[in-house]
């Protein structure tokens, strides 16, 4: 722990801290380091521990608080293959109620959507994000399940898993927030990519429900 934080210290770059500060607006140290060397950083690591090290290494890059090693901590943990993953998968989940700023949670996110894609049965913890009181832990539902919008040849179970996400979209589509709306737009436009009847099959049901930005967004490439 103590060499990986001297690491990021090491590439601290006052102007640019603060730079990232003015634009992330979250309330937090920042260090000025790119993302390019925060990967650099991770890969090193990931190569020196076994899983439950890397998941240690990441509990506490997150909980020191700082803007860069909460995303090594998420890049940490962001692999498709990684066994054995409850610990990983489990880090993750108590993260997403922390989340306050897009980019940290969007680095997080892909590091669960990989421990989705391993283990869907976990999809059932999701579905309980959607009612949370916390607009980010609504917003992670469809961030962490957006490789389901991607798949060319989606096996039935894939499918069924676009339906309850869609489900999920129709139960948010009057919730007024911005990144909610967001969201739910940035999901379907990446749905309409490979599924576009699905996609405009829900647009046709509930889209007027959406902010017009919102609709406009999720119909771009229909």
């Known amino acids: 722990m103590e060499d990986a934080h001297f690491a990021l210290e090491s590439w601290a770059d006052a102007e640019k801290a603060a730079e990232m500060a003015a634009y992330h607006k979250a309330e937090r140290r920042y260090l000025g380091v790119s993302v390019p060397a925060i990967e650099d950083m991770v890969a090193l690591w990931r190569g020196q521990l076994d899983v439950p090290g ?71 913890e999701v579905a309980e994000w959607v009612r949370s009181d916390h607009m980010w832990t609504r917003r992670a539902a469809f961030v962490f399940t957006l490789p389901w919008t991607k798949q060319r040849n989606p096996k039935p179970e894939d499918e069924a898993v676009r339906d309850e996400v869609l489900g999920w979209a129709a139960q948010l589509a009057e919730d007024r927030d911005w990144f909610i709306q967001k969201a739910i737009a940035w999901w379907l436009r990446e749905l309409s990519k490979k599924d576009p009847a699905r996609a405009q099959a829900w647009l046709t049901e509930h889209g007027e429900r959406l902010k017009p930005f919102a609709r406009k967004e999720a119909s771009k490439y229909l």
């Open 54 to 124: 890397r998941v240690e290494l990441a509990r506490g890059l997150w909980d020191s608080e700082i803007h860069e090693a909460r995303i090594a901590a998420a890049k940490l943990l962001t692999q498709a293959r990684l066994r054995p993953d409850d610990a990983a998968w489990e880090l993750i989940a108590s993260w997403v109620p922390q989340f306050d700023a897009w980019a940290i949670a969007d680095h997080a996110a892909k590091a669960g959507s990989k421990r989705l894609q391993a283990e869907p049965a976990r999809l059932d």
